[in-house]
């Protein structure tokens, strides 16, 4: 269009997406200054811009300069054919007409060195902050074919400036509202600089230098690895480590045995738990568990329980190891009865085996072996009726697991296991038996109950030719009683009177009990109103193979008017100790002679316990 009155400005920018009807182009000041020359198009779709000799068209997006300052007109971003890239040397405003409007700094490719010269190449201060990223003057200019979208074009294009606003703020309202099109878009990221990422790159590698420095260089035997409660990481115990259908063949080579189950959690009332040991709070905490459950089809309905505790360290362990010893020993759930103990070579660093009798209404036997090895223990659970597994057994069955972990836990590696009796581990008060010690004599009745110790009070059956109270010879002699409730066939006041002498030696002891038990055998002859029968004896092993031996009897005593006194009464000698029991019982209510054996050689080897 030729230069002259009627002149029109260029279009405002407009936003992508806006309709481009909504705005008009805005007339020029009739002051403005006309111009001569070829006019360059830039695309079809731009207004066409007058060029001549020192000046150029007004850049696309905004209006020459009035009084107040820049002034930005609000038009709908449309996207140009081509934009013009504007040398990289800083160009100063032309200076102002008398009318208060500038000459537009040149923009045309067209424009010759004349044009150029006239405008001086020096950059006014805080003028342009990309003046370093543009190209130099003279070089040959390039186009983008599409303009760059500003990170904030859905906002409106500027605002009209207040005259106050100066050069650095004017740039820097510009860029905030998005490019015009003609500048280089810069990032302006702080990662555009090489040492930054140098920087992050450092920091990165001082996090991991601490990370594996906090470690302490450990390395893991196998498998992986599981916090304690001090915070270390130690090698969980694998499931490898439980018994197999093969191991628990050494229980029963005839038994046809399969897995019922494997949990690698045991809640802390969970029902098929291992028999007599209690987990309380005091109980260490294991940092993984494994328990397997077996199962038989035989007719005294065999089975097993296999658990496996791992440990943070040995000295755990070993804890762990004596709280469940402990509880093992005392075994004073209703209705067990304690039958025998075992000891083993071969089997780990520590390890004891228990035999029980639940005595329900049918009696079933457990053989519960437990075993340290290192950082982990081991508990098998060996279950039959009519008859107890044998301990040696459950100890190999367990010996064929525990030798596929006893490397990762540090522990004693089984060897040739073998197992003997021995007397089961202090429980209680040392020297006197335990409630567990003794049987019952109804099927699936009855809770013994123990008193005090005390001084002897007991008057014996008349029959041991000595007052037990008074005679001489001990030089220490204590009572306890046991009596019995909850069975309704049991005698009024049906119990056990328990006397424990010490002498200085144990031919002082022996002497004592022969006495007493050669007096009572032949009480009959003594006494016309005694009755002696079942007369046996009896031997036993006690603490630190102290020998046992004993004889028991059944002794009836006539009251008058066709009553009787019936009791049960042994004596036996343990070393330098000798213990006398008695029961007050009845024609129809009393131990059977091997029970009563047995619980009179249970209290011998407990009395072995104290020095």
Request: glycine share 8%; charged share 20%; aromatic share 6%.
């Amino acid at each position: 269009m030729p230069s002259g009155q009627g002149e029109q400005a260029p279009q405002g920018r407009r936003d992508e997406g806006d309709d481009t009807s909504a705005g008009t182009p805005s007339s020029a000041s009739s002051g403005s200054p006309a111009t001569s020359g070829s006019p360059t198009i830039s695309s079809a779709d731009d207004a066409q811009s007058p060029t001549g000799s020192g000046s150029s068209a007004p850049r696309r997006g905004f209006l020459p300069d009035d009084e107040e300052g820049p002034v930005f007109e609000e038009k709908p971003f449309r996207t140009p054919a081509r934009s013009a890239v504007t040398p990289t040397t800083p160009v100063p405003p032309p200076p102002a007409d008398a009318q208060g409007s500038a000459n537009p700094a040149p923009d045309s490719p067209t424009e010759d060195a004349s044009s150029s010269a006239a405008s001086p190449a020096v950059a006014l201060e805080g003028s342009d902050p990309d003046a370093t990223f543009r190209r130099p003057a003279g070089e040959a200019q390039t186009h983008r074919s599409r303009r760059q979208r500003s990170w904030r074009s859905e906002e409106p294009a500027a605002t009209r400036a207040s005259s106050e606003q100066s050069a650095p703020e004017k740039e820097a309202a510009s860029r905030r509202n998005g490019s015009d099109g003609d500048e280089l878009v810069v990032d302006r990221s702080p990662f555009r600089h090489w040492w930054t990422w140098a920087v992050v790159a450092v920091l990165l590698g001082a996090i991991v230098f601490v990370a594996v420095s906090r470690l302490g260089g450990r390395t893991p035997v196998a498998g992986p690895t599981a916090s304690s409660a001090g915070g270390s990481t130690v090698t969980p115990i694998p499931q490898t480590s439980l018994m197999d259908v093969k191991d628990a063949a050494s229980i029963d080579a005839n038994a046809q045995w399969r897995v019922d189950n494997t949990v690698s959690q045991v809640p802390s009332d969970a029902t098929d738990g291992v028999s007599c040991i209690v987990r309380d709070t005091g109980h260490p905490n294991p940092v993984s568990t494994w328990q397997r459950t077996f199962s038989t089809t035989t007719k005294t309905s065999t089975a097993a329980l296999h658990r496996v505790d791992g440990y943070a360290d040995e000295a755990t362990a070993k804890t762990a190891y004596k709280v469940e010893a402990a509880s093992l020993a005392s075994c004073d759930s209703v209705p067990t009865h304690i039958v025998s103990a075992s000891s083993f070579t071969g089997l780990g660093d520590e390890s004891v085996s228990l035999t029980i009798a639940y005595q329900g209404a049918k009696t079933q036997y457990r053989t519960v072996v437990l075993a340290r090895f290192g950082r982990e223990i081991q508990a098998v659970d060996a279950a039959n009726y009519d008859t107890p597994i044998a301990a040696e057994n459950a100890g190999k069955a367990m010996a064929g697991a525990a030798s596929r972990s006893c490397d990762l836990v540090g522990g004693t590696c089984p060897a040739s296991v073998s197992a003997k009796n021995t007397v089961p581990p202090v429980a209680g008060d040392a020297g006197w038996p335990v409630t567990s010690d003794f049987p019952r004599i109804t099927p699936d009745q009855g809770e013994w109950r123990q008193t005090a110790e005390a001084n002897v009070s007991s008057k014996g059956t008349q029959c041991e030719g000595l007052t037990l109270a008074t005679a001489a010879g001990p030089s220490e002699r204590r009572q306890r009683t046991y009596l019995l409730y909850q069975d309704s066939s049991a005698p009024q006041g049906f119990g056990v009177d328990q006397l424990r002498f010490r002498f200085s030696d144990a031919k002082g002891s022996a002497a004592f009990t022969k006495k007493i038990g050669d007096s009572i055998a032949g009480c009959a002859k003594s006494l016309k109103t005694a009755k002696i029968s079942n007369g046996k004896t009896f031997t036993g092993i006690g603490e630190g193979n102290v020998a046992i031996s004993g004889r028991s009897f059944i002794v009836t005593q006539d009251t008058g008017s066709g009553q009787s006194a019936i009791y049960q009464v042994a004596v036996a000698s343990a070393g330098d100790k000798a213990v006398y029991l008695l029961a007050n019982v009845s024609t129809s209510y009393r131990f059977t002679d091997d029970d009563w054996s047995q619980l009179t050689v249970r209290a011998a080897q407990r009395a072995t316990q104290i020095r």
